[in-house]
């Protein structure tokens, strides 16, 4: 089965400019993750959808990031403005639904803000 | 709040040794505890994942890890290293409170280099 796929996997933007990273998960997983991993920190937890829902966005910082999934498909994450300390790389994960299942990783977008 | 540790910045090894990657973790509950491995410029690819049952848990590549619940840990181990095996580890728990959800809490990863 193809995998996690996502894009750009490299940008590089200036402060206060914007950015967007696209995701589209395995065909048929219900559930869709956007990690951040910052460099030397293991991957947090930003956005989590089921379908096309919110079920977690506690970590979300809301002034700044949004995502959506409007079809219950694929996903996009924004950043606008973004701040130097949004430099990371950005992962998606899909799972097929609630359970105790693994989650498949795509390549990360690393984004370096300057 | 939940929590994984994993007190090991690096770890180095010889070919052909025995590895052990350690991780601990603070749950309320019965832990789901999985291990990933991220290569460079890759994302991360699952390795193993503890639920319940046998504490003795088998894994990709050769990989098992032990649950050890009065010690709260679930440290990776591989009886002979590869030099391939050289990568970043993580250790994560399932968060009980995501309702069922695969929200997963991570450690900040060891760096395994096998050495030649």
């Known amino acids: 089965e193809a995998g996690v796929a996502q894009s750009p996997r490299y940008k590089i933007i200036e402060k206060r400019q914007s950015v967007a990273f696209w995701c589209n998960p395995i065909s048929g997983h219900a559930t869709l993750y956007w990690y951040q991993q910052i460099l030397g920190q293991g991957p947090k937890l930003l956005i989590q959808?089921?379908?096309?829902?919110?079920?977690?966005d506690s970590q979300l910082p809301k002034d700044r990031f949004s995502a959506e999934r409007l079809k219950g498909v694929d996903s996009t994450l924004k950043i606008q403005p973004a701040k130097l300390e949004d430099s990371a790389v950005y992962l998606c994960?899909?799972?097929?639904?609630?359970?105790?299942?693994?989650?498949?990783f795509g390549a990360g977008s690393r984004l370096t803000v300057l | 709040a939940q929590s994984v540790a994993q007190p090991e910045d690096q770890v180095n090894v010889a070919e052909g040794n025995p590895l052990t990657v350690k991780c601990t973790y603070s749950v309320s509950g019965n832990p789901y505890l999985f291990w990933y491995v991220q290569y460079p410029n890759r994302g991360l690819q699952f390795l193993l994942k503890?639920?319940?049952?046998?504490?003795l848990v088998k894994g990709s590549y050769g990989f098992e890890a032990e649950f050890n619940k009065s010690q709260t840990s679930f440290h990776l181990k591989k009886p002979s290293a590869l030099v391939s095996d050289s990568a970043l580890y993580f250790c994560?728990?399932?968060?009980?409170?995501?309702?069922?959800?695969?929200?997963?809490?991570f450690g900040a990863g060891t760096r395994l280099a096998v050495h030649p």
């Open positions: 503890y639920i319940t049952g046998d504490n």
């Open positions: 994560a728990v399932r968060d009980p409170g995501s309702g069922g959800y695969n929200k997963l809490i």
């Open positions: 994960a899909s799972s097929p639904a609630r359970g105790a299942n693994v989650l498949t």
């Open positions: 959808f089921q379908n096309n829902g919110v079920v977690d």
